[in-house]
């Protein structure tokens, strides 16, 4: 990092938060003169009133009628009161308000100043809009977008009958959850990085693996008791370590946080999510994607490669609505960013990453904007490729006619004795001569292969997800340097040789491993990374599995201890590029902390396990004929 002295730093952090705060007070004064402000608490088919701030341009009228465009939240429709106006705009993008919009922002139920009582991922009734009204009439987050809707189109004068939404990450959920039955005047429906599926692979688990470190510092503020309606929230506890895989080691087994010193059995979606240690009806019932049937809206679905949050959520968002609504338009769109880095101003690099244009404005200018325009206002055309997406490797948007792309065949890339990662199957020789069309392996003699490479796994020295020392998580460990893990003996690493050619993985990968483990459960992390010719590491692609839903993630099961199985398991789509002379990686560990809570690696319920469940386990990772470990890449031909 270049060092720059104190007065020049000083000047220039004031330069930025003056040009900021400029951007503000001209955004701010755009509002101000370009649209009229509206606070209205919108009765549902129950009674129950939800919080909704409007932003209704000046001009609009019957002459000069505009769309909505809607955001549901739980994070604050604010600010409230009709002369508090929004200081960065009226919409969600400087370049939506500037086409103008009658603009909507509303607290769901239970959050904010909304009525109600909120639930975390509420169920759909996947029954359609129709029921009584009333006390007890049945209502989710699609029959509260139903009413909502209905009510603007009837209350809020000069409309043109057309409503879009979107929303990113919760709000992305909400938007999702609008499609179902939906409005006939909802035209255009964007989901962006929305949570989906929070026990297989959104913000609360992975695979059944509980991601600690983002849920623990989320809840805090999230999961404060709200008696009546308010206008902000407190935390329940100060949180604010210095050192995170210090600070959560010390907190021992996760019961802990339970303690007095922090949730004290105050925070209720944290005391479900450890009530529900399995993908049972609590966690099935707030699988959206069943419900995303029937759908009538357009569809811009968009998220990023990048995003630890909710990547599974963008992707299995469109799978679901393309599997399930053949002839819909159903778009994807994935670029290279963190969770919502799309709506930033500027993102033309992260991290040590330059790609070399402003990536956020070319989606809102390109896809975004056009989208709405098309279908909310008749203007202009919209007619992108089914999936739009960014090539992490060379730096380029690619257009396919579907995700993944048609023009793929499946490549078995085999963890081999010696760490070797290659296209040879083991059962071609007890040599392993005669490699099929490899990655640049020698056909040269080679010993006969151990069965297997093992590494000691302790729970009370688990691998950390990052390098160094940090008090927040750092966002840049989705494209870590991995030297760091690979020193350590309870890491396994694999590399090719050096790649005599390109070659671009475009679509899920899959992690076939065969493992035992001296203990009765276990953690798996499969890490897919680029290896540069000057040695640096970039992860590609990690995702983690919880040994004991190998099978189910209903029904848990404990491993037999030293018994070789299977555990097969589906790592997020990429589409990167792997380049000539780069060595394509694969590391295998089992634990990935605190990202990941501790597995005991003891068949018992992690919520409420003790220090003396947590043992230390031999695993092994095999890779004989009999035990071939590998994984399996989508790789795009010419």
Not at 428 to 434: F, P
Not at 482 to 496: C, M, S
Not at 609 to 636: C, G, M, N, W
């Amino acid at each position: 990092m270049p060092r720059f002295p104190l007065a020049m730093i000083v000047c220039l952090l004031a330069t930025t938060m003056a040009a900021r705060a400029q951007t503000r007070a001209q955004d701010s004064t755009f509002v101000r003169q370009h649209y009229i402000k509206l606070d209205r608490q919108i009765p549902m088919r129950d009674g129950v009133k939800l919080y909704t701030t409007i932003y209704v341009p000046k001009d609009a009228s019957a002459a000069k009628p505009y769309p909505f465009l809607m955001t549901r939240t739980p994070y604050s429709a604010g600010p409230y009161g009709e002369n508090n106006y929004r200081t960065h705009g009226p919409g969600p993008s400087r370049e939506l308000s500037e086409e103008q919009y009658i603009f909507v922002y509303q607290d769901v139920r239970g959050r904010y100043l909304s009525e109600g009582q909120f639930e975390e991922m509420t169920p759909a009734l996947r029954a359609g809009q129709a029921g009584a009204t009333g006390p007890t009439a049945p209502h989710d987050e699609s029959t509260d977008t139903f009413d909502t809707i209905e009510w603007l189109l009837q209350h809020v004068p000069g409309n043109n009958g057309r409503v879009g939404m979107l929303g990113i990450s919760y709000p992305g959920f909400y938007a999702s959850a609008a499609l179902p039955a939906a409005h006939p005047a909802l035209k255009a429906v964007s989901p962006q990085a929305p949570v989906t599926d929070e026990f297989i692979g959104d913000d609360a688990r992975h695979k059944g693996a509980f991601f600690l470190l983002d849920n623990f510092e989320f809840t805090n503020y999230f999961d404060v008791p709200r008696p009546q309606p308010v206008a902000d929230y407190q935390e329940l506890f100060k949180f604010e370590p210095k050192d995170l895989y210090t600070f959560f080691l010390k907190l021992g087994p996760i019961k802990n946080a339970n303690g007095p010193a922090y949730f004290n059995n105050r925070a209720r979606i944290w005391n479900e999510y450890m009530q529900h240690e399995t993908y049972d009806a609590y966690w099935q019932a707030r699988n959206i994607r069943p419900a995303l049937k029937g759908v009538k809206p357009a569809v811009l679905v968009v998220g990023g490669w990048f995003d630890a949050e909710d990547l599974y959520g963008a992707l299995n968002t469109y799978k679901a609505i393309e599997k399930q609504n053949p002839g819909a338009t159903n778009r994807l769109v994935m670029g290279p960013w963190t969770h919502g880095a799309w709506a930033r101003p500027e993102w033309s690099k992260f991290g040590p990453l330059s790609f070399g244009s402003n990536t956020a404005q070319t989606f809102r200018l390109a896809l975004e904007t056009p989208f709405f325009n098309f279908y909310l206002k008749d203007k202009g055309s919209f007619n992108p490729a089914e999936a739009t997406v960014f090539d992490t490797g060379t730096n380029q948007w690619k257009s396919h006619s579907a995700w993944p792309p048609a023009a793929t065949k499946t490549r078995v890339l085999y963890l081999l004795d010696g760490s070797k990662l290659a296209v040879i199957n083991p059962k071609a020789s007890e040599a392993l001569k005669g490699s099929i069309k490899n990655l640049g392996v020698k056909s040269a003699k080679v010993k006969t292969p151990k069965l297997y490479t093992q590494y000691l796994s302790d729970p009370a020295n688990p691998v950390p997800y990052t390098d160094g020392v940090h008090a927040e998580r750092n966002n840049e460990y989705m494209i870590e340097d991995q030297r760091f893990a690979a020193k350590r003996p309870d890491v396994l690493t694999f590399r090719t040789e050096t790649l005599p050619n390109d070659f671009t993985v475009a679509g899920p990968i899959t992690a076939d491993l065969w493992v035992s483990t001296s203990g009765t459960d276990a953690d798996f992390i499969v890490k897919v990374i680029d290896e540069l010719p000057d040695g640096t590491q970039r992860l590609v692609r990690a995702e983690v599995m919880r040994g004991r839903f190998r099978n189910s993630f209903s029904k848990p099961e404990a491993f037999v201890p030293n018994m070789p199985t299977k555990v097969t398991y589906e790592l997020p789509d990429v589409l990167h590029t792997f380049k000539q002379g780069h060595r394509l990686m694969v590391q295998v560990q089992s634990s990935w902390f605190p990202l990941v809570d501790r597995n005991p690696q003891t068949f018992v319920p992690i919520a409420t396990a003790e220090e003396k469940d947590f043992q230390k386990a031999t695993i092994r990772l095999y890779h004989d004929a009999q035990h071939p470990s590998a994984i399996r890449v989508l790789v795009l031909t010419p």
